[in-house]
């Protein structure tokens, strides 16, 4: 079937402009002057003590964040996976049917709920509880982060559960292990490439969101993401704005080596 | 028992996290006070006016025209691709497979910022066609995820097996080949149909001004308050992609009962 390569030329055409060329288009700004000169300053900027410090709290929440993701998407895939479906797109079709009201104003729900007068307060009010403060902290941020992104970890961690043999864990269970040890020595090993890709698939949209500080953090937090958006959207110097984008790139380079590391031999084509 | 009590209502928690803000969303589109945190009463004027309203129609239109075109481009270069990429050996395959990485794994406020930048260097104009483009740009890497893993050893055998039985290539192809891989490229088709719908951060950086997606619509509008038709607009489209969805899968049951025979 060797006559068939033409048929890649599209896709390889196409990403090469739509792809490959940008990537390099945002090198070049980035280490260019308004000029045109060669210059390191938009790429030093990162050590402005006002970038830094968002950069600092992105990485921050974005941490925070994945690690609630994980902690809560583990034990709900293995649930999942208890349940024995045997219609895998039903599980998908939950998770991602969310995603049909569209993001932004999903978002803006959560200023409903953690809101001063919002759902959770006058509850709390019901209950002649004191009020909480929510909005426009950076934990109202990570619940944003948490809510959006939460679909990304469970739907990779419940893939690679479902991957894995009955015949493993009966085995494990006939040489005397204990269910703690089967999960410990099988299990969660065997899961181990599906909580990598979730890890990467909720770190890098989380570190590098600008919509959800906007919308649940008022202009009290800014992230990374902000001052980038706002370097190409106000200030227009997109010099800057590129310098910082190859800042932030590093860190999403970083992760996907990792991803790739632990995802050799499904060729990365497991992610959901 | 007590073990399953326990998950299924965990289960329940993270479902009700998860849909808690929708259902909060469809309360408003039915409020008849226009402030989000204050309920007025029972309405359906939002529903009535939204068809009136000649910007949010307009922008549904945007919306639905570059998800559903982007989607079916994306399928039709992503199928082609893994077609090919399929027969081919270990390093140019790595090498493709990992460009289609990029575009997903990559943050989408960089891919935007690019695909910003690529428009302008070339003075192409940012508007419907920038950012039709840009949805195929990312939609490519669902759809090859989706249908790489369907095209197996298997079905390159079968299909040598239907050539020499006499079979011409065509033939052999949209029976043998297509059928099996059909699955994987409505799903991928779909995926890429919902991610261009739900998407925001690269319409925003690759739109013109004056161009409009319900998307770009919301983000202007999240600071000077949204508009009700807005809430009821996001129902409609919530309520109908869940029915079609139900549909669907009721479908694929009958199917998945049949299939051990088909099979054996």
Partial sequence: ?272 | MVKKFFSRFYLGLILLFLYAPIFILIILSFNKSKSRSRWGGFTFTWYHNLFQDEAIMEALRNTLIIALLAAIIASVIGTCACLAISNMKKIPRGILLGISNVPMMNADIVTGISLMLLFIALNYPLSFSSILMSHITFNIPYVILSVMPRLTRQNAIIYEAARDLGATKSYAFFKIILPDIFPGILSGFLLAFTMSLDDFVITYFTKGAGFDTLSTIIYTEVRKGIKPEMYALSTLLFISILILLVLINRKKDKEHGEKPLRNA
């Fill in chain 1, 1 to 272: 079937m060797n006559t068939k390569k033409w048929l890649s030329y599209p896709y390889t055409i196409w990403m090469g402009i739509f792809v490959i060329i940008p990537l390099f288009i945002i090198i070049y700004y980035g280490f260019t002057a308004e000029g045109g000169g060669f210059t390191l300053s938009n790429i030093s900027l990162i050590t402005d003590p006002i970038n830094l410090a968002s950069l600092w709290l992105s990485l921050e929440l974005s941490l925070v964040s994945t690690a609630i993701c994980l902690l809560l998407a583990y034990p709900l895939s293995l649930i999942l996976h208890g349940m024995k479906l045997k219609n895998n797109s039903f599980i998908i079709m939950i998770f991602i049917l969310p995603m049909w009201m569209n993001f932004l104003l999903r978002t803006l729900a959560w200023q409903n709920i953690l809101e001063k007068t919002g759902v959770i307060n006058t509850f709390l009010k019901l209950l002649h509880l004191p009020a909480l403060d929510l909005i426009n902290t950076p934990g109202a941020i990570i619940f944003g982060m948490v809510y959006n992104f939460l679909p990304f970890m469970i739907l990779p961690i419940y893939n690679s559960l479902s991957k894995i043999s009955d015949d493993y864990i009966n085995a494990a269970r006939d040489l005397g292990a204990n269910s703690l040890l089967t999960f410990l020595k099988v299990i969660l090993p065997l899961s181990l490439p599906g909580v990598v890709s979730g890890i990467t698939m909720v770190f890098v949209p989380s570190l590098t969101t600008f919509v959800i500080s906007d919308i649940l953090g008022g202009s009290k937090v800014v992230l990374i993401g902000n001052i980038i958006e706002q370097q190409f959207k106000t200030v227009n110097n997109w010099h800057t704005g590129s310098g910082l984008s190859l800042v932030l790139m590093v860190f999403i380079l970083f992760s996907m080596a990792i991803l790739t590391k632990y995802d050799k031999e499904s060729e990365g084509k497991n992610i959901w």
